[in-house]
């Protein structure tokens, strides 16, 4: 039900920076786990970020510890992915994701798959040059 819709993405270099940002609509904002996944050419969608309902939780993939943040404003309805330190291999489409609290897709699959999650954005386009 909630529509999701990514900018932010583009071109930069090797140690340069970026935020992502998802705004929400048509749903309870608030009521939905956040997640960032990325997908380079060739290989799977993988998790890079998640956060809570509330935001009072954040978890990140051990590729992007230390150099990514997830936040969300759910006053704003948008949730953020800012990128630091950004690496060759960070380039990929990221995508903005969501999945409500007790979904069963959720249930079913886990935070950390893509098939767990019921609300996708379109992707938005990193590339980072060396």
């Known amino acids: 039900q909630v529509q999701l819709v990514e900018s932010g993405g583009g071109l930069v270099q090797a140690g340069e920076s970026l935020r992502l940002s998802c705004a929400a609509s048509?749903?309870?904002?608030?009521?939905?786990?956040m997640a960032w996944f990325r997908q380079a050419p060739g290989k799977e969608r993988e998790i890079v970020a998640g956060?809570?309902?509330?935001?009072?939780?954040?978890d990140y993939a051990d590729s992007v510890k230390g150099r990514f943040t997830i936040s969300r404003d759910n006053a704003k309805n948008t949730v953020y992915l800012q990128m630091n330190s950004l690496k060759p291999e960070d380039t990929a489409v990221y995508y903005c994701?969501?999945?409500?609290?007790?979904?069963?897709?959720?249930?079913?699959?886990?935070?950390?798959?893509?098939?767990?999650?019921?609300?996708w954005g379109q992707g938005t386009q990193v590339t980072v040059s060396s």
């Open positions: 048509g749903g309870s904002f608030s009521a939905y786990r």
């Open positions: 956060i809570t309902w509330d935001g009072g939780s954040t």
């Open positions: 994701a969501a999945t409500r609290r007790y979904s069963p897709l959720t249930m079913r699959h886990g935070i950390n798959a893509p098939a767990g999650y019921d609300s």
